[in-house]
């Protein structure tokens, strides 16, 4: 998505005001799902998977997020990967249909075990393995893959095969990219990671520039929804 339509969204939000969550006691269905696969590979240091997890949990805590996901009946699930077939997931999903429920979820992250041992950073296998998440928990209209990464894929399937895959049966794919390492790694998630109707990547180089661009990333995935999603399919080959 330019860069300019994104910061149009993000200036219509703070003029509308806070966004309102579903009432209170109802059974509603979710309306987005989100995977939140964070990069524990091996080129992620233990300081850098914490400052992800931190990171997350401050984003979960800000209020005008947590209006959001209410307001879109987010359900989400936090996961990690790094080489092929290695996703494991950290915390299954969860609805969070009140504003409240973020800050829950931000405190689950805090409690969360610490030592999670990668090897090499395979974004395509952890594309694959978020989408069938989707099945096992995850159904709504929208369903978006949110992937952090500070590097480039060297082990598995081609990242662009299996973005290209997991689009078809209709599931978006946005990026974070953390360039402490590679300057160019935004171009690199524009090119071949991110797809779908109305995707996105952004990008950090430390603690408060992350924070910042995860609060503006969870925002805009609540509230730019594509007028028409493509049919979603059967799983992910």
């Known amino acids: 998505m330019p860069r300019t339509v994104m910061t149009a969204l993000l200036v219509l939000l703070v003029l509308v005001g806070p966004l309102q969550a579903a009432a209170p006691g109802k059974d509603v269905q979710a309306g987005v799902a989100l995977v939140l696969a964070l990069d524990g590979s091996a080129s992620i240091t233990t300081g850098d ?3 992800q997890l931190q990171g997350h949990a401050a ?17 989400v699930t936090l996961a990690a990967y790094s080489g092929p077939n290695s996703l494991k997931v950290l915390i299954p999903w969860t609805a969070l249909a009140k504003p409240e429920d973020a800050g829950r979820f931000a405190e689950r992250i805090d409690a969360l075990p610490r030592g999670f041992q990668g090897d090499s950073t395979a974004i395509g296998s952890a594309i694959l393995e978020a989408a069938k998440l989707f099945d096992r928990g995850g159904k709504a209209p929208r369903q978006v893959i949110d992937l952090v990464s500070n590097g480039f894929s060297n082990g598995g399937i ?10 078809k049966r209709g599931i978006i794919v946005n990026g974070l990219a953390i360039l402490d390492e590679f300057p160019w790694l935004e171009e690199y ?14 990008s950090a180089m430390d603690k408060d520039s992350f924070v910042a661009a995860l609060r503006q990333k969870l925002i805009l995935e609540m509230v730019a929804l594509p007028d028409h999603m493509p049919p979603q399919g059967a799983a992910i080959p």
């Open 189 to 202: 998630f524009e090119e071949s990671v991110i797809g779908g109707p109305g995707s996105f990547v952004k």
């Open 59 to 75: 984003a979960f805590r800000d209020p005008a997020v947590a209006e959001a996901l209410a307001s879109a009946r987010a359900r």
């Open 49 to 51: 998977l914490e400052f």
């Open 158 to 167: 081609d990242p662009a095969e299996a973005r290209d895959r997991v689009t």
